[in-house]
């Protein structure tokens, strides 16, 4: 099952498949580690739900949403 990072809850893992971002935000998301077959968890989201924290290659990473939504993932476990 695919879905994006944005809609993801909190513990929730999943694998990239793809960045749908084009320009410098896929550039930036690539150089933060965001690549396809990264294993990404969901740690939180702020208060009023921007930005989100995600754990990715061994390091915590805050993203916008708006970042986060062009980040396609396939769901990892149950």
Known sequence: MEKKLNE???REKGRVK???AEGKIRRRLFD???TPGAEIVMVKTAPLG???EVSVRGYELSLRKSE???VVLEIIGG
């Open 8 to 10: 993801f809850a909190p």
């Open 18 to 20: 793809t960045v749908l």
């Open 32 to 34: 933060m580690g965001v």
């Open 50 to 52: 921007d930005p989100i």
């Open 68 to 70: 986060a939504e062009t």
